[in-house]
């Protein structure tokens, strides 16, 4: 009644109809579309696409590349919209658990890093 489209009819109306299925939540916007917003250890536009599940020794990690094109897309100087999931378990107090930088990767240029601190997460990051 309020003109906007119901999420049960843009979305579906029971988890098992959901355009999303069962490992995503549909979240409809106020055009009529919907987005899946996956479940830790899913991912694709369905959420039906499972997650690579890594397990590390002492001292190891896991290095991605990334493109400069991550830091220069139109998505990410406009929104700054980046979705990231990631579950872990340590016993270390200190590290780092994400760490998304540009080629040059030095403390000035643009990066998103999430560190482990003193037992705490912490999230640093310079977008520009």
Request: hydrophobic share 30%; aromatic share 8%.
């Amino acid at each position: 009644t309020n003109g906007c489209p119901s999420e049960d009819n843009v979305c579906g109306a029971t988890p098992q109809s959901s355009k999303c299925g069962s490992k995503g939540i549909c979240e409809a916007d106020l055009d009529g579309h919907h987005s899946c917003r996956c479940k830790p250890a899913w991912f694709g536009s369905l959420c039906n696409k499972p997650a690579t599940v890594r397990d590390f020794d002492k001292n190891s990690y896991y290095l991605w590349g990334m493109k400069d094109k991550l830091f220069n897309t139109v998505r990410m100087t406009r929104n700054r919209d980046l979705d990231v999931q990631l579950m872990f378990r340590t016993r270390q107090y200190t590290g780092i658990l994400i760490d998304l930088s540009d080629s040059s990767s030095t403390e000035s240029t643009l990066h998103i890093r999430l560190v482990l601190s003193g037992g705490k997460i912490r999230l640093i990051y310079n977008m520009g």
